[in-house]
């Protein structure tokens, strides 16, 4: 039972730590900039896809930062398309992930699947590296945790340099900030080209892990990363944003975790995208929930005392 436990602990852990990166992404762009990208989806294949295509060319490093730079592209597509042409930031996401469904099966050579399993990967040179040490089992998670401790290290710093900090003022207040002579139209362009890269990023290191990328790789990650961030928030607050950034990874793991389970108790493929709404029904409502929850108490026992006081009068 133990045994059976730690397994889908360390399945949901590399799958989290993964998808983190993407939760990070939202972290940015949703929680700092106020800008709820639904072009993440469709982000997270086109990482996935290049990282795939470079890495089966025999570049496995260069894929990394190809996937990182498809996902700036990306971004900056979506920022463009809200600021300069003043189409609705949910509109723009869903104008430019429908337009990278095409996009992505081009680069995976008019095809919808890529399979990577004779393909040297960033994982398989991290097991060579790790062969014969009492490490060489968690080669995955290692990778994963890398990348996932350079992105909050990122992120904790460059949040409080100049530029941060006015993508976060963006975030707060875009009036006072323009009011403040600096240009809101500049930040969230750079603010959305890093999120996207973190997505890119982490649909790569997914594509990667698995040995295979389809067109359907990342549906439903923007689901995924919402949920995640929100149970993340639920045990960080407002706090500092290294906290916070820990929080979201935190979240990402407790999902996976879920999802694992569900797998584990052998739940249909087609129910996991039901367990991922409910989580997010459950994560957005549940602070509103608890906060209502005295009122709640009191108006029942308030009801119940006239209902006392009926039966009362009626004797």
């Given at each position: 039972?133990?045994?059976?436990?730690?397994?889908?602990?360390?399945?949901?852990?590399?799958?989290?730590?993964?998808?983190?990166?993407?939760?990070?992404?939202?972290?940015?762009?949703?929680?700092?900039?106020?800008?709820?990208?639904?072009?993440?989806?469709?982000?997270?294949?086109?990482?996935?896809?290049?990282?795939?295509?470079?890495?089966?060319?025999?570049?496995?490093?260069?894929?990394?930062?190809?996937?990182?730079?498809?996902?700036?592209?990306?971004?900056?597509?979506?920022?463009?398309?809200?600021?300069?042409?003043?189409?609705?930031?949910?509109?723009?996401g869903?104008?430019?992930?429908?337009?990278?469904?095409?996009?992505?099966?081009?680069?995976?050579?008019?095809?919808s699947?890529?399979?990577?399993?004779?393909?040297?990967?960033?994982?398989?040179?991290?097991?060579?590296?790790?062969?014969?040490?009492?490490?060489?089992?968690?080669?995955?998670?290692?990778?994963?945790?890398?990348a996932?401790?350079?992105?909050?290290?990122?992120?904790?710093?460059?949040?409080?340099?100049?530029?941060?900090?006015?993508?976060?003022?963006?975030?707060?207040?875009?009036?006072?900030?323009?009011?403040?002579?600096?240009?809101?139209?500049?930040?969230?362009?750079v603010?959305l080209?890093?999120?996207?890269?973190?997505?890119?990023?982490?649909?790569?290191?997914?594509?990667?892990?698995?040995?295979?990328?389809?067109?359907?790789?990342?549906?439903?990650?923007?689901?995924?990363?919402l949920?995640?961030?929100?149970?993340?928030?639920?045990f960080?607050?407002?706090?500092?944003?290294?906290t916070?950034?820990?929080?979201?990874?935190?979240?990402?793991?407790?999902?996976?975790?879920?999802?694992?389970?569900?797998?584990?108790?052998?739940?249909?493929?087609?129910?996991?995208?039901?367990?991922?709404?409910?989580i997010?029904?459950?994560?957005?409502?549940?602070?509103?929930?608890?906060?209502?929850?005295?009122?709640?108490?009191?108006?029942?026992?308030?009801?119940?005392?006239?209902l006392?006081?009926?039966?009362?009068?009626?004797?």
């Amino acid at each position: 039972m133990l045994t059976s436990f730690l397994g889908l602990a360390q399945t949901a852990l590399e799958l989290g730590l993964i998808s983190s990166l993407t939760v990070l992404a939202l972290f940015l762009s949703y929680s700092m900039l106020n800008v709820c990208d639904l072009s993440t989806d469709g982000c997270f294949t086109l990482g996935a896809a290049v990282g795939a295509a470079v890495a089966i060319a025999g570049h496995p490093y260069l894929s990394v930062p190809a996937a990182m730079g498809a996902g700036i592209l990306s971004g900056f597509v979506t920022a463009v398309l809200q600021t300069k042409m003043g189409v609705d930031s949910l509109l723009a996401g869903i104008i430019v992930n429908t337009a990278l469904y095409s996009i992505n099966i081009a680069v995976m050579g008019n095809s919808s699947l890529l399979n990577m399993n004779k393909t040297e990967t960033v994982f398989t040179k991290a097991k060579e590296l790790l062969e014969g040490g009492p490490l060489s089992g968690q080669y995955k998670v290692i990778v994963a945790l890398a990348a996932v401790a350079m992105v909050i290290l990122f992120l904790s710093l460059f949040l409080r340099t100049r530029l941060g900090l006015a993508i976060r003022a963006t975030g707060n207040n875009p009036d006072m900030v323009r009011s403040s002579s600096i240009n809101p139209v500049f930040t969230t362009i750079v603010g959305l080209c890093i999120a996207n890269a973190f997505t890119g990023l982490s649909g790569c290191l997914l594509a990667q892990s698995q040995k295979s990328v389809n067109i359907d790789i990342g549906s439903g990650m923007v689901t995924i990363a919402l949920a995640s961030l929100l149970i993340g928030n639920s045990f960080t607050g407002r706090g500092k944003i290294p906290t916070r950034a820990v929080g979201a990874v935190l979240g990402a793991f407790i999902f996976r975790l879920v999802y694992t389970i569900a797998l584990r108790f052998n739940m249909p493929a087609f129910m996991l995208k039901l367990v991922s709404s409910t989580i997010v029904v459950i994560a957005i409502s549940g602070p509103y929930l608890k906060k209502q929850l005295p009122m709640i108490k009191r108006r029942m026992s308030h009801r119940s005392g006239r209902l006392r006081a009926d039966e009362y009068a009626q004797k």
